[in-house]
């Protein structure tokens, strides 16, 4: 795999995460169009099951419905939601809580980014979404370091790439991975393999 192959695949995770806003099919199919695509790297059940959302949104106007009403089911509100936060998983009390999520938003402040402070529709810093999108980031900027020949900053970027997936999003990988089975849909059932496949 390529690393913009690798970006492009981390990056399509990442929308295919969150939840389905009414541009998903531009953004993944803007993604999917790049000639460094590499659909053996998203993995080949998840482009196939992009293939059939952009089919069913073509065909039936109410199918970005459907899928936003799956995704609530699924992930947020459902009795046997299976969580999409890594902070759901393992930590003792509010204060394990707290420290996890600064420390990811620590993440993000050390590349210029900050985490929304939008009150609604904004994913947490440690939700799937988030933590693919930051990685994708991180990917990146790599590959921009390299191609300007900036080997301290391409290292740089790699220590934190590294640290991120051991600290955070392999985590989240790992617990998403005990329990993706709970997901038979036909879109994130795919989605949480790929994800976890490419973490």
Same mark, same amino acid.
């Given at each position: 795999? *390529?690393? !913009?192959?690798?970006? /492009?695949? &981390? ?30 790297? $998203? ?9 059939? &959302?952009?089919? @069913? =949104?073509? $065909?039936?106007?109410?199918? /970005? ?7 609530? +089911? ?9 969580? /999409? =936060?890594? *902070? ?11 420290? @996890? ?8 402040? !050390?590349?210029?980014? $900050?985490? +929304? +402070?939008?009150?609604t529709g904004? @994913?947490?810093?440690?939700?799937? $979404?988030?933590e693919l ?35 955070? /999003?392999?985590?989240?990988?790992? =617990? ?24």
């Amino acid at each position: 795999m *390529t690393d !913009a192959g690798r970006y /492009l695949a &981390f990056r399509l995770a990442a929308v295919a995460a969150g939840y389905p806003e009414i541009d998903i099919a531009p953004n993944l199919n803007a993604i999917m169009s790049r000639p460094e695509f590499e659909p053996s790297a $998203a993995g080949p059940d998840l482009v196939r099951a992009f293939a059939k &959302f952009r089919a @069913e =949104c073509t $065909a039936n106007p109410s199918a /970005l419905d459907d899928l936003r009403s799956d995704y609530v +089911s699924l992930f947020d509100l459902g009795a046997e939601r299976l969580s /999409l =936060c890594e *902070t759901d998983y393992g930590t003792r009390g509010t204060a394990s809580k707290a420290r @996890e999520l600064a420390d990811i938003s620590g993440f993000y402040r !050390a590349f210029g980014l $900050a985490p +929304s +402070s939008e009150p609604t529709g904004a @994913e947490s810093p440690d939700h799937l $979404a988030v933590e693919l999108e930051f990685y994708a980031f991180l990917l990146l900027k790599e590959l921009y370091a390299a191609e300007k020949g900036d080997e301290d900053g391409r290292a740089l970027v790699t220590d934190a790439r590294h640290n991120f997936l051991r600290d955070h /999003l392999g985590r989240l990988g790992a =617990c998403i991975r005990r329990q993706q089975a709970r997901v038979s849909h036909w879109l994130y059932g795919p989605l949480l393999d790929a994800a976890a496949e490419l973490v």
